[in-house]
């Protein structure tokens, strides 16, 4: 009963802040409707890599390739292909999920650090083909000006359409989460010899789990090309998948919407700091180490905690 | 039901299993003892499939399974719990059988349907069998290290094993968690049929639910017979049961 009543009230709560921020254009100005878009966007990309990283358990270093590729897979088919303008965005998260599975394929058969460092070099190797075929994905330009469809070309429509992605694909990732794929996923992240000692082909599932994630992250890059209608080299570099490691970090990577709140406090310090000075990252520095020295679960995981009493002394002895 | 053939397995220069020869016959419940060092969680890793063995058999149920990776023998039906305690400590006491239940059943794929509803009464029932039925929501990573080692033994058997594999299951335990541990592991033997293969130090733990025993040193199989014949056997008794 009890539990029915917490989980109802917190049911409320989600809906609560969704249902502002579906009004959230009628009341702030256009600037800040772009800085909440870019905020759902960012938010996907660093749930899609916590979806490895946190849960998985994964070393997914260059998880920002496959934003890129989303991103870069919708922008070719809108400038250079006849095809309806919407197949491109299914095109987008699946040609990233493609994407995935090869590099996947290759990293599995390594573990920890050794996948982590095979990632960044296979992914870096796409960023180099991206960054010199000029002829084909325009080079360190990029491309400027990609046509959308009507229904999504204001900025306040274009707000909407990548808010309900963002709520389909959250609900989505909750449901995967909590699914017998999602368990034995954590078990895996938990404890991957003794999976293999019931019966689980880890590398299956990992795999199966990079696929998942990278899919969703394709998802995050055609919403970029949905706020932004440009794309280039930078989306692929290996800088931005720091950072979005960072947001999962930052937010609390073992919770499910730690990384949503990662974003948010690292796109917020970037638009209101970077004002300042160029130098943001090293405020984001500062509140990184205070987080791993005093929050080790995470800002998310901090408030988890708060509420419900036990769990910290938990997590504690889980890492021993 | 199991044979293993003159076992070699060397670790650089270190034979660590060097000619084990071991025959568990179903619904047996064996016995292996040695010194420290004698090659005992060695052997059950080889069986397993943690470590591949550099030569000799290891048949289970007709067929050679020494090149199989771990998760395609416990699919054959041997499972096995851990000297050290080797759970899953984030996830709950129920999630830790669960993900074994699952896996039994080949659900562990299934993308969209929650984990809360499937495979649920199999995990209670295992649960209620090892009396972890009341901390079934608790996270596993803080539990008593004696309950750590009951859950250990629940995760093994999520699988629906017929062949258990227990190294060293009261490794830490108290003497009446020790005593009553080794009861659960006997009446389990005998409500689910299952054939248990294990090792111990207490030698009156061995001698009391052990129907056969195979004693190894310096990786080697000194003898395997019954009780009686262990006990008599004069190299064994040099080696180890007159040692102490």
């Known amino acids: 009963m009890f539990k029915n009543v917490v989980r109802s009230k917190r049911f409320g709560l989600v809906a609560a802040i969704f249902v502002v921020l579906f009004i959230l254009p009628l009341f702030v100005p256009r600037f800040f409707v772009y800085i909440f878009a870019l905020i759902y966007v960012t938010s996907l990309l660093a749930m899609s890599l916590n979806m490895v990283v ?7 270093f260059h998880h920002g390739v496959f934003y890129g590729v989303g991103a870069y897979a919708v922008a070719l088919m809108l400038t250079k292909s006849s095809l309806p303008m919407w197949f491109g965005f299914i095109v987008g998260p699946v040609v990233a999920a493609i994407i995935g599975l090869i590099i996947g394929w290759f990293c599995v058969r390594l573990t920890r650090l050794y996948f982590g460092m095979l990632q ?27 046509p959308m469809p009507s229904l999504i070309s ?22 995967i989460l909590k699914s017998p794929f999602g368990n034995t996923l954590q078990a895996i992240r938990d404890n991957s010899q003794r999976c293999e000692a019931i019966g689980i082909n880890i590398k299956r599932y990992q795999l199966g789990g990079i696929v998942v994630a990278t899919f969703f992250a394709g998802v995050a890059g055609v919403l970029f090309v949905v706020l932004e209608r440009s794309v280039f080299p930078d989306l692929l570099f290996w800088v931005l998948s720091l950072e979005i490691f960072i947001m999962c970090l930052l937010g609390g990577w073992f919770t499910f919407a730690g990384p949503l709140l990662g974003a948010a406090i690292t796109v917020a310090l970037r638009t209101f700091v970077g004002r300042y000075t160029e130098y943001w990252t090293l405020i984001l520095g500062i509140i990184l180490i205070l987080v791993i020295f005093f929050l080790p679960e995470g800002v998310m995981g901090f408030f988890q905690d708060l509420f419900k009493p036990g769990t910290k002394k938990v997590a504690e002895r889980g890492k021993g | 039901m199991l044979q293993v ?27 292996v003892i040695g010194p420290n060092g004698a090659g005992k969680t060695t052997l059950f890793n080889l069986i397993t499939g943690a470590l591949k063995r550099d030569r000799g058999r290891i048949v289970f149920k007709g067929e050679d399974i020494g090149e199989l990776p771990p998760y395609e023998i416990c699919k054959k039906g041997i499972s096995r719990s851990y000297q050290i305690v080797n759970i899953f400590p984030r996830l709950t006491v129920f999630g830790n059988v669960q993900v074994a239940v699952l896996s039994h059943q080949r659900r562990s794929s299934n993308l969209f349907r929650p984990a809360q509803g499937i495979a649920v009464n199999e995990t209670k029932s295992i649960l209620e069998s090892m009396g972890l039925s009341d901390k079934e929501k608790s996270i596993a990573g803080s539990l008593s290290h004696g309950d750590q080692k009951i859950l250990e033994i629940a995760i093994a058997l999520g699988n629906e094993p017929e062949l258990l594999i227990l190294d060293e299951p009261t490794a830490g335990m108290s ?15 005998n409500q689910r049929g299952l054939t248990i293969l294990f090792c111990e130090h207490d030698m009156d733990i061995v001698f009391s639910i052990a129907q056969s025993i195979m004693v190894m040193r310096h990786g080697q199989t000194i003898i395997q017979g019954s009780l009686e014949e262990v006990r008599n056997n004069k190299e064994v008794q040099e080696a180890y049961l007159g040692g102490e």
């Open chain 1, 54 to 60: 946190g849960h998985g358990g994964l070393f997914q």
């Open chain 1, 120 to 146: 960044i070099s296979l992914g870096s190797l796409i960023w180099a083909i991206v960054f010199r075929w000029y002829s084909f994905t325009g080079g360190d330009d990029g491309i400027h000006g990609i």
């Open chain 1, 154 to 175: 204001s900025l306040n429509s274009s707000y909407y359409f990548i808010l309900i992605i963002l709520v389909i694909c959250l609900i989505l990732m909750y449901m």
């Open chain 2, 5 to 31: 053939e003159s076992l070699m397995k060397s670790f650089d220069d270190f034979m660590a299993v060097n000619g084990a020869n071991l025959t568990v016959d179903k619904g047996e419940i064996v016995a």
């Open chain 2, 175 to 189: 003497p009446e968690e020790t005593q009553a541990t080794m009861e659960l592991v006997k009446r389990l033997a």
